[in-house]
């Protein structure tokens, strides 16, 4: 009988704990990429993304002896990423010196431009400008379903709130985004 | 092909080597076609932001020398295990006890004055004139002795010989008893 991914990862996990650098290989392989997507979403900087990935990964090896696994892994491993993040922008928020005006102009399209994503359709400009419409608390929803991959139980448990409170604030999100996205087209 | 939205992601690209681990079903833009579209677009956008070349194995990098097995190594190697407050204090007594030893042992050893030029130049010139044994001399030597103030005076007169002193000496030896 096939084990359930979460009996593997929980089995991935024992051993890693026991010191099986194979294992704490295959959890970093898993959940790197959706950490650093998540968190560049977020922040629109690889470098800090990948600073902050490799940070997240640093405090979970750490605590991954006294960690038990009870189907929790995924959502403590993003919070602890979104944590990460939010004491960055602290961080950087108070070691910042006041600029100019002027300099700030253009600084909200300095987010990098994706090689990939930039030959992409008007569509998909369109929803990036339509993203950025969203309140911080609709687009964090929307990042930790599309860019991390979690599942909606897993990201009330991330939040720390109701999965309908979070169900209703995706659905909403979605609409604001038809709506922003019409709004584009118009003009 | 379902994606990790159900049959609401269709049209989605496979790619699931990058995202691995999917989330479950269960959508709030079931019903809604236009949402399930821009649901799927998401899903589009995100599955094109690749992780940069070489990501997993940085993180891997950095953070494998922090799995608990290699830290108890690390502790082993550096023998970093706790030491017990009973073997230290008896440690301390051991050594306590060996310095009050070492102490005891050189106050309890006989002081020998350090024998100067000047004492063995009187020796000498002592035996030659007066004949006396070395045993003898040993009075010489006791600077407690206010007799012998006048034999280290006479000495160091530096314009004069020991032969010149050996009559004087023979007579300050005479002088001492010896």
């Not at chain 1, 010196?97 to 030959?119: H, K, M, N, Q, T």
């Not at chain 1, 709130?161 to 169900?167: A, F, S």
Request: proline share 5%; charged share 25%; net charge neutral.
């Amino acid at each position: 009988m096939a084990s359930t991914p979460e009996k593997t990862i929980e089995a991935t996990l024992q051993r890693a704990a026991e010191g099986d650098e194979t294992a704490w290989r295959r959890i970093v392989d898993t959940y790197s990429p959706r950490v650093f997507g998540l968190i560049r979403a977020q922040c629109g900087n690889s470098d800090l993304a990948e600073e902050i990935t490799q940070s997240t990964f640093c405090t979970i090896v750490e605590r991954i002896g006294r960690y038990t696994e009870r189907g929790r892994f995924e959502s403590w491993l993003f919070r602890i990423a979104m944590n990460r993040l939010r004491d960055e922008m602290r961080r950087r928020k108070r070691q910042a010196r006041p600029v100019e005006s002027e300099a700030l102009v253009g600084l909200a399209g300095a987010a990098e431009e994706d090689p990939i994503a930039s030959p992409a359709s008007g569509q998909m400009k369109a929803l990036e400008a339509a993203l950025a419409r969203l309140s911080e608390a609709d687009r964090r929803i929307v990042h930790l379903r599309h860019f991390a991959g979690l599942s909606f139980a897993r990201i009330a448990e991330v939040l720390g709130e109701p999965l309908g409170t979070v169900l209703a604030r995706q659905h909403r999100a979605l609409k604001k985004l038809r709506q922003h996205m019409g709004e584009e087209d118009l003009q | 092909m379902n994606g990790p939205t159900g049959r609401l992601t269709t049209g989605m690209t496979d790619s699931s080597d990058q995202y691995p681990i999917l989330p479950g079903p269960g959508l709030p833009s079931e019903g809604d076609p236009e949402l399930a579209q821009i649901e799927a677009a998401l899903f589009r956008m995100a599955r094109r932001r690749h992780a940069p070349a070489g990501l997993a194995g940085r993180v891997f990098d950095a953070s494998v020398g922090l799995l608990p097995a290699r830290r108890l190594r690390r502790a082993r190697l550096f023998k970093l295990e706790p030491v017990s407050f009973g073997s230290v204090w008896g440690r301390l007594a051991l050594a306590a006890s060996i310095a009050v030893a070492f102490v005891v042992a050189i106050r309890s050893m006989p002081q020998e004055r350090p024998r100067s030029p000047l004492s063995q130049a009187v020796e000498l010139v002592l035996l030659e004139s007066a004949g006396a044994a070395p045993a003898d001399l040993q009075g010489l030597w006791r600077f407690e002795d206010p007799r012998y103030g006048a034999v280290e005076s006479l000495l160091v007169t530096r314009d004069m010989t020991f032969r010149d002193l050996s009559g004087d000496l023979a007579r300050l030896a005479e002088d001492l008893e010896m």
